[in-house]
């Protein structure tokens, strides 16, 4: 057996939330790798075929997980692969990347009775992966092709998934995308090491090759308005997701080397891809040997943290002004950027940058927690007098994200929003206030998942094809009379 092999055998004798954390270290990946054959069966076989499948009810797609755990038992995992697909577009993207702690995994009986969760992620990724090198996954062949079309803005994971859909279904769906690849955020915002972009470019493959149209570099409000798109379509989706970062306003924030986080992730990502990014080749979006410093307490603080250790920064600091406890991120992430070095300053917020024309060092307020506030969690007060630096030469803000001015960047003032910015649908219909509009993912729900992405796009395609089935009838009757 090879050393690789030796490694990966020594992973998967663990659960995930017990691996070695040594293993993290110089394997430096988060992708498990392999998950050797026996491994899967032997996993599998510790499901206890409960009676309420808790991690089913709690995973957004309701896979149908006892059912694949079974088949993988019994060694067959092309049955496995087929229920698996049956209710999730990418199944082996939510295998590497869903905070399974949160949603499946966290709520198997087994973990609850303190055994250690049956490792579902690692499992359905493995039986896609072995699906993919199989070739048990082919193009959709449309049986019937509908003359109907649809145009979908964004070819994030809502997008995909509604576009496959109804593809399956004979429609025509072109995909619009402002980027110069389709994916969204699985292409350019989370990091190559917890899911490796030839993953998402294979199945962006064969949706091309299922006949679904991509046009990319494409912005809806810049290259056409939402109304010319919806003259030309007989449905509309909008799945362009979240991407106006929150700022901080204190003094020094124009000073160099200060920069949001999809900035610095997407600099990492286009490199990763080949890319020449002259920002980060001429070391400005590059953390090797800097101080870094990265605002922030959420899941994407925590993939800034952990490229820049990836990039050789001399030191990495994550400023959050609660406690752990009360950080937003998964608490998986921040143990594993802890074991990779990262230091939390917990309580902490920044006052000013300091710098003549570049960020040398941040000053901040240590923080208390006080009461609760209107979400019910403890509000941070200023510790008085508490005022201290911390070096830096390089600033990543990572504040969250907020919906872009949708009605306005589209040319279409009359689209419904919420207070939030994000589109208003009918929650049973997925329909916004134009007729034939529909919307799903980040831009409806706020930032959330990939697993709610796909979820979203395949409720949105059902909606679609409610909605085209009967303009299709109302049709033939005006017609009839
Ligand atoms: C750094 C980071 C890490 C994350 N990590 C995880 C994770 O580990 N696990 C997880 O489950 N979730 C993660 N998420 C969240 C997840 O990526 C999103 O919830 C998900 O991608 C939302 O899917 P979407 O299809 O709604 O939007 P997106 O993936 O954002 O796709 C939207 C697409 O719309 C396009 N677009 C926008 N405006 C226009 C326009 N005007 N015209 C044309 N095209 C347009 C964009 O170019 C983009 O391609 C992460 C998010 C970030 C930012
Ligand atoms: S899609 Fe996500 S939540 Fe559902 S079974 Fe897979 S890993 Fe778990």
Redo the contacts with the bound molecule.
């Keep these: 057996m090879t050393n690789k092999m030796l490694k990966f055998v020594k992973l998967n004798q663990e659960t995930p939330n017990k691996r070695d954390t040594k293993e993290r270290k110089t394997d430096f990946n988060e992708i498990y790798g392999e998950f050797i054959k026996d491994k899967a069966k032997e996993q599998s076989s510790r499901c206890s075929q409960c009676g309420v499948p808790f991690c089913q009810i709690h995973c957004p797609l309701q896979n149908n997980i006892p059912d694949w755990l079974k088949l993988t038992a019994e060694g067959r995992l092309k049955e496995a692969y087929e229920i698996s697909q049956s209710t999730n577009n990418m199944p082996e993207v939510c295998g590497r ?3 399974q702690d949160r949603l499946c995994e966290g709520n198997c009986v087994i973990e609850q009775s303190g055994h250690g969760t049956v490792t579902i992620g690692s499992i359905e990724k493995y039986i896609t992966d072995t699906a993919w090198e199989k070739g048990w996954i082919k193009p959709i062949k449309v049986k019937k092709e509908s003359k109907q079309s649809i145009g979908i ?7 995909m998934a509604c576009a496959e859909e109804l593809r399956k279904s004979g429609y025509q769906v072109t995909i ?4 110069d690849r ?5 292409i350019y ?2 990091p190559n090491f ?2 490796e972009k030839h993953v998402v470019e294979r199945r962006t493959k064969l949706l091309k090759e299922s006949g679904i149209k991509f046009v990319q570099n ?5 290259n056409k308005t939402l109304y010319e798109l919806k003259k030309k379509h007989d449905a509309i989706l909008i ?5 106006k970062a929150r700022e901080i306003d204190i003094p020094g924030h124009n000073l160099k080397n200060i920069f949001p ?2 900035d610095f ?1 997407t600099a990492s990502n286009r490199k990763g891809l080949g890319d020449k990014v002259e920002l980060f080749d001429n070391g400005t979006l590059n953390a090797e040997g800097k101080d870094v410093v990265v605002i922030g307490g959420g ?2 603080a925590m ?1 800034c943290v952990r490229t820049s250790v990836r990039q050789k920064a001399k030191s990495v600091k994550c400023l959050y002004r609660r406690d752990r406890e009360n950080m937003p991120g998964s608490a998986r992430e921040v143990g594993n950027a802890i074991e990779e070095g990262v230091e939390f300053v917990w309580l902490t917020s920044p006052k000013s940058f300091i710098g003549d024309t570049h960020i040398k060092a941040v000053e901040v307020n240590k923080m208390k927690l006080g009461d609760p506030d209107l979400s019910g969690r403890r509000r941070p007060e200023i510790e008085k007098g508490s005022e201290y630096k911390i070096p830096a030469d390089l600033v990543i803000k990572s504040l969250g ?1 907020d919906p ?1 001015n949708i009605p306005k ?2 040319n279409a003032k009359e689209l419904d929003i919420s207070k939030w910015g994000t589109i208003k649908i009918d929650l049973k219909t997925m329909q916004t206030n134009l007729d034939g509009v529909f919307a ?4 409806v729900r706020g ?7 796909i979820r ?2 395949r409720d949105a395609a059902v909606q679609i094809d409610k909605y085209l089935r009967m303009k299709q009838i109302n049709k033939k009757s005006e017609a009839a009379a």
């Design positions: 990347i869903c905070p803005v964004g070819a994030g994971p809502a997008g619009y995308d402002r980027y389709p994916g969204g955020l699985l915002g989370i917890k899911l494409f912005e809806v409000g810049k799945a362009t997701g979240v991407y986080a999809m992730l899941d994407t993939d994200f872009e960047l589209f799903a993912g980040d831009i930032a959330s998942l990939v697993v709610w992405a979203d796009g």
